[in-house]
């Protein structure tokens, strides 16, 4: 009898961090790009295409480092990564508490299901021109779109998750004496975390298009309003850096999200 | 000396489910019955029969449409306040986002223990179960046996006077299963707690328990109630008695013809 529980036993306690063996197709994405920007180089100077319909990808860079260096884009970088986390924020905030008092409880869910089937399709840009004549074309115009934006993904998400609760689990937790509240703490949200953390994702993605979006069509200032000036006065170079730097920007909190859904789904990692 | 576990009296127990449609199923009637203080009862009984309910009703998570349950105290079985009481699941029901080490101390976190204090008594709880140098691990990186020593740790834990399993190794393959409940019957002769266990395996019904209750099928009636009366500490080899042969036999004359209901209901 003893030998089951042995061979059960004998396994070495370090669950954690195996050595995560890099595939050898990591460079093929890098080395695609690569030859995909020397091929745009040397394109664009072969066939002498105007730089105002196509900058080479050095002049991008130059022209991204020069709005840096003088033309304050610093400044509006900042502004609008403001905007987008203080949209995100909020409007995530309000999603996940609304989303656990809606997933728990049946009556708040009946009274306020219909609210939410009505303002979830709207499209959120359209809301420009009413929040506009409310608030004005100020930040907190700007971080009321996109928290409006974010707080739908994240609300239906955060439902979604609370309702999907393993009925045991809180059996379970009842068994061990926990009160209503210490059940809502302890199981239905962290068992929720994931469908929260999905919601949390789309949220963010959504709030870079409404800010950029509406920056373009209201602001003076941030990287849509700058975008859309360099536009208007046929900067295509300028046009371009603007679209670089929001890729760059998207790459790093997309790498930034992942690492959080690896680090809170640590115990999923059988 | 009289044990101080508490003894659980149920009388004219009844429960009848509603479904959303507004169908009622009656799933237990009229259970009468006496858990005794400090002795393991199985409760065996076909599938759907209502055991699973009886032991939600016994624990108090589930409150029944009729009858009563009280618990009872010393030689002169005073009724009073439910004891300590905790129990193990078929499906184990460990939080797959917790430690071991966390989800056997979750109990006691609940409870409002400091950090240092539940942690060390989480730690003889695993040592207990033979788990010790598993505390970090997550319940997805243990095997199903593993996993369901880790929910009896966390029961045990709570220094439970009524211990309840609900058909604790129902999820486990066969070898497991046997070891496992090896290991539970030394805790149990050990401590002498007031055991209830609900099972479908007529062999472990006999095998961990000192009394033995055969339900009907639905709705869920007490049919017989059996004394084992094979001595302890039991070894496997109690299972090669004529007392536990002829056990078997009686119980499954008993349960024959309630499995061939319960089976032609669901046709």
Known sequence: MSEIASREAVAPPVPRRRPRRRDETWFYGPAAMLIFLLAWEAGVAISGIPELFLPRPSAIVVSLVTLFATKGLAYDTALTLWRIFGGFLLGSMIGIFLGVLMGTSRRIFATTDIFVAAIYPVPKISLVPLLVIWLGTGDLFLIVLAALGCLFPVLVNTITGVKQCDPGLILAARDLGASRAQILRHVVIPAAVPAIFAGLRLALGISIILIVAAEMQTARYGLGAKLHLAGQILETGDVFAILLLLSLIGIVLTKVQSIADRFVGRWRAT | ?267
């Open chain 2, 1 to 267: 000396m009289p044990a101080p576990f508490a003894a659980i009296a149920v009388t004219r127990l009844s429960h009848t489910f509603e479904s959303r449609s507004g169908a009622t199923t009656l799933a237990l009637s009229d259970v009468s019955f006496e858990f005794p203080a400090g002795r393991v009862t199985s409760i065996v009984g076909p599938s759907g029969c209502g055991k699973s309910t009886l032991l939600l009703i016994l624990r108090g998570l589930l409150a029944a449409s009729e009858g009563e349950v009280r618990f009872l105290y010393g030689a002169e079985r005073q009724p009073g306040p439910p004891p300590r009481m905790a129990t193990v699941w078929q499906s184990f029901n460990l939080l797959p986002w917790r430690s071991v080490l966390d989800n056997v101390a979750f109990g006691l976190e609940l409870g409002g223990m400091g950090r240092a204090e539940r942690e060390a008594r989480a730690q003889d709880a695993i040592r207990a179960v033979e788990l010790g140098g598993f505390e970090k691990h997550f319940p997805g990186q243990l095997s199903g046996g593993m996993r369901q020593r880790v929910g009896l740790a966390r029961g045990l834990v709570m220094q439970p006077e009524i211990l309840f399993l609900d058909e604790p190794f129902g999820a486990l393959d066969a070898q497991t299963r046997l070891y496992l409940q090896e290991q539970l019957s030394a805790l149990v002769e050990r401590s002498g707690r007031t055991v209830v266990l609900v099972t479908h395996s007529i062999e472990e019904a006999i095998f961990l328990g000192d009394l033995v209750m055969v339900m009907t099928a639905r709705p869920g009636r007490v049919a017989a109630t059996l004394e084992v009366g094979l001595p302890r500490p039991r070894g496997l080899d109690a299972q090669k008695t004529p007392r536990f042969g002829q056990l078997f036999e009686e119980i499954y004359g008993l349960l024959r013809d309630e499995v061939r209901k319960a089976m032609l209901e669901r046709i």
